[in-house]
């Protein structure tokens, strides 16, 4: 018994470590290493400028996507993800290590991957191997290497997104709608999950209330 707990709970470090060893070694290859300056800080300028009590960046930005209004430059993509900088550009500024953040949010995600897997499929088996699938086998490795404004969006995204997928399995309606809102907060489309989170949630409910009370 104690073999087989720990064999499952192991996973939830191997599954992230193994990810992050496969990004590692695209780095090698890419020259993309976390430590490196992220020029595409959007998210970042954006919570910086939030300290300040500015909507707006407060200059232009030519190599980033910006919208502008009124002579000023604000960052053009939903804003959920400069929400998560906010304590670190308290801490470190513009310096941020935005893609240190991004491989993080890949660490959890692949996590919940796993805890979403086991809860729907009602078995432990062959978790790691279709994990491992839906990150290295998908454009997900391709927009894990870095926290460029894209790329961070969308692992946020993936990541919250999961983990509203997973609460909506255990029946915690609250807890899954909130963060399928901070989802849809990094990439609109995602509202189109909302049917499948109340389906997963229904679903549970009649478990939970066979004769319907």
């Given at each position: 018994m104690m073999k087989q707990w720990k064999k499952t709970e192991l996973s939830y470090a191997i599954v992230p470590l193994s990810i992050l060893a496969?990004?590692?070694?695209?780095?090698?290859?890419?020259g993309m290493w976390p430590w490196k300056e992220n020029p595409y800080n959007s998210y970042t300028l954006q919570a910086c400028a939030w300290l300040e009590?500015?909507?707006d960046l407060g200059q232009d930005y030519p190599w980033l996507e910006l919208a502008v209004y009124g002579g000023k430059y604000y960052v053009s993509f939903p804003p959920f993800p400069s929400v998560l900088m906010l304590p670190f550009a308290c801490i470190f500024g513009k310096n941020t290590p935005d893609h240190f953040i991004a491989l993080f949010v890949i660490g959890i995600g692949s996590v919940y991957a796993v805890k979403l897997y086991r809860k729907l499929m009602k078995t432990t088996e062959q978790a790691e191997f279709y994990v491992f699938f839906l990150y290295l086998a998908s454009g997900m490795l391709f927009v894990s290497v870095n926290g460029y404004v894209w790329f961070i969006a969308q692992n946020l995204c993936f990541t919250l997104s999961l983990m509203a997928l997973f609460y909506a399995a255990e029946g915690k309606a609250g807890c899954s709608l909130a963060l399928w809102a901070c989802a849809v907060g990094c990439r609109p489309m995602v509202a189109?999950?909302?049917p499948l989170l109340l389906y997963l949630l229904w679903k549970k409910w009649q478990k939970q209330n066979p004769e319907g009370t």
């Open positions: 496969v990004i590692w070694v695209v780095a090698a290859f890419t009590g500015r909507l189109l999950y909302l």
